[in-house]
């Protein structure tokens, strides 16, 4: 199993609006997700600042390469466009953190 934290901001004055849209996921992005084999997927906000964290059995490259071919997972990127800063560095990875310790 892999763990991946990773972290981006949204504009200012989209905190609610981030906040709704979650609230009310598409279905069948969450069908998605599922099915591309993430576990334990959870976002968090302080001020315009977002943490993920997720959970795949496997690589989490496999996983991310499964979701490129959700129609519902592009629709919802571009959805956000006006609500997040940046998701990805230059490179197009997610902006993640190093595993320093963890606690089974």
């Known amino acids: 199993m892999e763990r991946m934290c990773f972290t981006f901001d949204i504009y200012e004055g989209k905190e609610a609006e981030y906040k709704k849209r979650h609230d009310e996921i598409w279905p069948e992005l969450v069908a998605d997700i599922k099915a591309a084999g993430f576990k334990n997927y959870t976002l968090f906000r302080r001020g315009l600042t977002v943490v993920g964290y997720f959970e795949v059995d496997g690589k989490v490259e496999d996983v991310f390469a499964k979701m490129g071919s959700s129609q519902a997972n ?12 940046n998701l990805a560095d230059g490179n197009g990875n997610l902006m993640s953190m190093k595993e320093v ?4």
Do not use: C, Q, Y
């Open 101 to 104: 310790w963890h606690l089974d």
């Open 74 to 85: 592009a629709k919802w990127s571009k959805w956000f466009e006006d609500v997040i800063v």
